[in-house]
Structures are given as C-alpha cells and as structure tokens.
C-alpha cells in the first residue's frame, strides 16, 4: 500500500489523465458525427427545389428540340432509310407517290417536315419542320 501523500499524486495525475482521454472521446465523438453527417449528405440524392422542378421542363423539352434542329440539320441526299431512321426516329406516317416513298415526322408545338426518297430508296428530299 502507497502512502497517503503518494496516492493523492498518483490519484491527481490518473484523474488530469482520464480528464484528458476524456476530452479527446469528447473531441472525436464530435467529429465522427459531422462525417457521418457529409458522409450521408453525399451519397443521398439530392431532392430539387420548387424552383428547380418548375425550370427542368423548360430545359428539357429546349434541349429536345435542339436534339431534332441538330438532327435534321445532318440530313443528306443519299441516306438509307436505316439511317434516317438512327437520325430521326420512326416517322409519324408513310405514304407512297408514283413509285416514290415520302416520310412525315410530326412534332407538337413544332410542326412538321418530310423526307422524300428516290426510286432506290434513298433520300432525295426533305422540308423540315418549322423550328422556332
């Protein structure tokens, strides 16, 4: 057994000891919880703003029309109608004019266009769509 005095120390220096380990759990139990809470920010979606909701459809449908302007501005005689169909899609209607194949695409709120094909089945001809 320590004597009295010898104990007070030790007892003093363990307690400023376990004072500071304590300080240190304190310290990292803090940090822990803030990158835990980054750690959740990130890999949760995140949820768009009314704000955002009301402009993605404008953008949207401006991007998809600049996707048609781009793709019939790639048109060319000679295409295939597999290419066509890669550049524009199935068209909306098909109708034959003396030995000719003619092709509408319709757009809503833009209007529509045409392809014409020659007698071997390739594009000839076209009117695009009115594109605003």
Do not use: C, N
Not at 60 to 82: D, F, M, P, Y
């Amino acid at each position: 057994m320590l004597p009295p005095l010898v104990q007070a120390e030790v007892s003093s220096e363990t307690d400023s000891r376990i004072v500071g380990m304590q300080a240190q759990i304190d310290a990292l139990t803090k940090r822990l919880g803030q990158l835990e809470l980054r750690l959740q920010q990130m890999t949760q979606p995140k949820l768009p703003s009314p704000t955002d909701l009301r402009a993605q459809p404008e953008l949207t449908a401006l991007e998809e029309v600049e996707k048609l302007r781009t793709a019939w501005e790639q048109l060319h005689r000679g295409l295939s109608k597999t290419e066509l169909q890669q550049l524009l899609g199935e068209p909306a209607s098909k109708l034959k004019l003396e030995q000719q194949m003619l092709w509408y695409y319709a757009y809503p709120a833009i209007g529509s266009g045409s392809i014409m094909f020659d007698y071997s089945g390739k594009v000839s001809a076209w009117q695009k769509p009115p594109f605003p």
